[in-house]
Nanobody, 123 residues
Framework: VQLQASGGGLVQAGGSLRLSCSASRRTFSNNGVGWFRQAPGKDREFVAGISWNGGSVNYADSVKGRFAISRDRVAHMVYLQMSSLKPEDTAVYYC?????????????????WGQGTLVTVSS
């Protein structure tokens, strides 16, 4: 399974971006998917996750109410809609496919990772 994240860029604080994660194989549709991010000098952290059918989603407290994860199983795509962006959201964002049908906040529960897309939020 290969994943590719896209949609990052430079945005002003308060703005919005939508990240996309595409997968190259059909098995992506049966796996939970998560978004993680890593800011310079910091550890990678969980942002949002979605189960295989989109029926269950979870978010880090820092993004609740501002970010929304969704997926299109037919198109093998997962999205992260980010709104009310803050400078502290600046990071490289990664999507990852979980080992199971559910998502998790633990990076060890994911076995396939995309290459990351940079989001920069200016103040």
């Amino acid at each position: 399974v290969q994943l590719q994240a896209s949609g990052g860029g430079l945005v002003q604080a308060g703005g919005s971006l939508r990240l996309s994660c595409s997968a190259s194989r059909r098995t992506f549709s049966n796996n939970g998917v998560g978004w993680f991010r890593q800011a310079p000098g910091k550890d990678r952290e969980f942002v949002a996750g979605i189960s295989w059918n989109g029926g269950s989603v979870n978010y880090a407290d820092s993004v609740k109410g501002r970010f929304a994860i969704s997926r299109d199983r037919v198109a093998h795509m997962v999205y992260l809609q980010m709104s009310s962006l803050k400078p502290e959201d600046t990071a490289v964002y990664y999507c990852a496919a979980a080992r199971s049908a559910t998502s998790s906040a633990a990076s060890r529960d994911y076995n396939y990772w995309g290459q990351g897309t940079l989001v920069t939020v200016s103040s």
